[in-house]
């Protein structure tokens, strides 16, 4: 099945119904917690995450403690964590920038500035925050499932989510979300075709599996 033989944006309509307003796996309450979490959790497994934000936040509760520290001083909560060095300045760095939890940016050009933030960390972040989508979430699971799908192709997020968003209306951008959701619960490395609501209008379920 070809990606131009599908009216994508009615196809998807389904698939954004499941999971609308589902939030992100990781375990955050506030902007200030979303913004530390998606650094974090770069080449990292939300579980990991999620384990070890409590004591963190215990420490850190807001932006204005963070501030405060030194990157050494977040090692004893985050060094089970890939590249935790790197992380700990990044986000010393972020805090001595924004100082407190009103002052975090919620536009995608603001947040992308900030080290440790690209697109999909930020996207995440607005998305949380409930400010309106200026791009759509592309993270491992994305990559997977959307050329599985066929809606989208190639292995760069940056040109993954340009297509996505060239192909979708705004107010179906949360399609990220969605997609992710899916792959980490259907549309696995091993996929569960015959379970998936997209089965019908999937390019793989229609080349392997029927």
Same mark, same amino acid.
């Given at each position: 099945?070809?990606?131009?033989?599908?009216? &994508?944006?009615? !196809?998807?309509?389904?698939?954004? =119904? /499941?999971?609308?307003?589902? $939030?992100?796996?990781? @375990? *955050?309450?506030?902007?200030?917690?979303?913004?530390?979490?998606?650094?974090?959790?770069?080449?990292?497994?939300?579980?990991?995450?999620?384990?070890?934000?409590?004591?963190?936040?215990?420490?850190?509760?807001?932006?204005?403690?963070?501030?405060?520290?030194?990157?050494?001083?977040?090692?004893?909560?985050?060094?089970?964590?890939?590249?935790?060095?790197?992380?700990?300045? &990044?986000?010393? !760095?972020?805090?001595?920038?924004? =100082? /407190?939890?009103?002052?975090? $940016?919620?536009?995608? @050009? *603001?947040?992308?500035?900030?080290?440790?933030?690209?697109?999909?960390?930020?996207?995440?972040?607005?998305?949380?925050?409930?400010?309106?989508?200026?791009?759509?979430?592309?993270?491992?699971?994305?990559?997977?499932?959307?050329?599985?799908?066929?809606?989208?192709?190639?292995?760069?997020?940056?040109?993954?989510?340009?297509?996505?968003?060239?192909?979708?209306?705004?107010?179906?951008?949360?399609?990220?979300?969605?997609?992710?959701?899916?792959?980490?619960?259907?549309?696995?490395?091993?996929?569960?075709?015959?379970?998936?609501?997209?089965?019908?209008?999937?390019?793989?379920?229609?080349?392997?599996?029927?």
């Amino acid at each position: 099945m070809k990606k131009d033989a599908v009216n &994508w944006p009615e !196809a998807v309509k389904p698939l954004l =119904k /499941k999971y609308k307003g589902k $939030p992100h796996p990781l @375990e *955050a309450k506030n902007a200030y917690q979303y913004m530390v979490l998606v650094v974090l959790s770069a080449q990292s497994n939300d579980n990991l995450i999620n384990n070890i934000a409590p004591e963190l936040f215990k420490a850190f509760p807001n932006m204005q403690a963070l501030s405060n520290a030194t990157p050494e001083a977040l090692y004893p909560y985050i060094s089970k964590i890939r590249n935790y060095g790197n992380k700990a300045k &990044w986000l010393t !760095a972020i805090a001595a920038a924004i =100082k /407190k939890d009103s002052n975090i $940016p919620l536009s995608m @050009e *603001a947040l992308v500035k900030l080290p440790g933030i690209g697109r999909k960390s930020a996207n995440v972040i607005l998305r949380e925050a409930g400010a309106p989508a200026e791009g759509i979430i592309v993270d491992l699971h994305v990559l997977r499932v959307a050329p599985r799908l066929g809606i989208a192709e190639g292995e760069d997020p940056t040109k993954m989510e340009k297509q996505l968003m060239e192909l979708l209306p705004k107010d179906q951008w949360d399609i990220g979300m969605a997609l992710s959701f899916l792959g980490r619960e259907v549309c696995r490395p091993k996929p569960e075709c015959e379970k998936c609501l997209m089965n019908k209008v999937c390019a793989y379920y229609h080349s392997n599996v029927i």
